[in-house]
């Protein structure tokens, strides 16, 4: 009996190089430098994210993580990035997905990052971030991106700005962030959107 073997309907995430950054998908070998940057900037994260689990920084959790990521980048739903610094690229800075990824008449995902605490406020996450636009629109043919941050968010809200990203309103009680569902001011870049 033959074996068909089958190309990947899409892209998967391509590894990105910019000045100062080196972006490349999730690996399992990633898991203790991802546990300890998350664990120390946990204070720094938490007030943005979804309320985090118990086991959040356990091993287990990280492959369910990986495994989650594999399924949405072999189904074209998703593309994530982990952001290590180019200089040392042992050193994980931060993270950057494109998930929900809604293909025909859409051709739109949803932007999410987080970058740990030592890093932030240096530029590097705009770099990884104009870097993903860049791809995103002209290898994996999307339209638009869309993102969403707290309303009192305002370092996240002036990334999305610098990006080139546009805002869009607001959505009443849009996401559960630790524990609690809040307002969130809704952003968008298109695809001739420039920065």
């Not at 859409?106 to 030592?118: F, I, N, S």
């Not at 305002?154 to 309103?169: A, P, V």
């Not at 307002?183 to 870049?189: E, N, P, Y």
């Amino acid at each position: 009996m033959r074996l068909l073997q089958f190309a990947s309907r899409y892209p998967e995430p391509a590894r990105l190089i910019t000045a100062r950054t080196i972006l490349q998908r999730p690996q399992a070998n990633d898991y203790q430098s991802w546990a300890d940057l998350r664990g120390e900037s946990a204070n720094f994260l938490r007030p943005f994210e979804p309320a985090w689990t118990p086991d959040e920084l356990s091993k287990s959790a990280f492959r369910a993580r990986l495994r989650r990521q594999e399924a949405d980048i072999s189904s074209g739903r998703g593309l994530p990035w982990f952001v290590f610094n180019r200089e040392n690229p042992d050193v994980l800075m931060g993270g950057l997905t494109i998930s929900n990824i809604r293909r025909g008449v859409a051709e739109t995902g949803t932007l999410g990052y987080w970058m740990g605490e030592k890093f932030a406020d240096q530029g590097y996450m705009k770099e990884a971030l104009l870097a993903v636009c860049e791809d995103v629109f002209n290898v994996h043919n999307l339209h638009r991106i869309e993102a969403a941050t707290v309303l009192e968010n305002k370092q996240s809200q002036g990334l999305l700005r610098r990006c080139g990203f546009q805002e869009e309103g607001v959505a009443r009680k849009y996401l559960r962030i630790n524990g609690e569902w809040r307002d969130h001011i809704l952003f968008a870049r298109l695809a001739e959107d420039r920065p």
